[in-house]
C-alpha cells in the first residue's frame, strides 16, 4: 500500500510563512506529478500547485507570485512554501501524488490545517 504523510501546518500571521511536506512511503514503482489541493472554510477544493518528476509546475493565480513547491525525488517527498500568507489561505491542504504500484493511481493524504489570522 501506499501513504501520504504531511506535515508542517499550523498557525500564522497574516504575512508569515509556512513550509509543508509530504513524505510518500510504500510500495512504489513510479512516482509521477506531486501536487496539494486545499479546502477553505465554505469553500470548494481548489488546486493549489503541482510539481512533475522532471520539475515542471504549475501554481494557482491565486498563489503564484507567493507559493513555491518543489520536491526531492530520492526522498518521494514534496515541499510547499508559503509565504506572504493571507487569511484567504486559511484551508486543510491535500498533497496528492500519480504513483504506479502495478496501475498508475492518484493517492491523497489525510490533510494539514493551515491558519492564517491575527
Known amino acids: 500500500q501506499v501513504q501520504l504523510v504531511e506535515s508542517g501546518g499550523g498557525w500564522v500571521q497574516p504575512g508569515g510563512s509556512l513550509r509543508l511536506s509530504c513524505a510518500a512511503s510504500?510500495?512504489?514503482?513510479?512516482?509521477?506529478?506531486m501536487g496539494w489541493d486545499r479546502q477553505g472554510p465554505g469553500k470548494q477544493r481548489e488546486l493549489v500547485a503541482t510539481?512533475?518528476?522532471?520539475?515542471?509546475?504549475n501554481y494557482a493565480d491565486s498563489v503564484k507570485g507567493r507559493f513555491t513547491i518543489s520536491r526531492d525525488n530520492a526522498k518521494n517527498t514534496v515541499y510547499l512554501q508559503m509565504n506572504s500568507l493571507t487569511p484567504e489561505d486559511t484551508a486543510v491542504y491535500y498533497c496528492?501524488?500519480?504513483?504506479?504500484?502495478?496501475?498508475?493511481?492518484?493517492?491523497w493524504g489525510q490533510g494539514t490545517q493551515v491558519t492564517v489570522s491575527s
Open positions: 496528492n501524488a500519480d504513483i504506479r504500484i502495478i496501475r498508475l493511481q492518484t493517492y
Open positions: 510504500g510500495s512504489i514503482l513510479s512516482l509521477y506529478t
Open positions: 510539481i512533475t518528476s522532471g520539475g515542471s509546475t
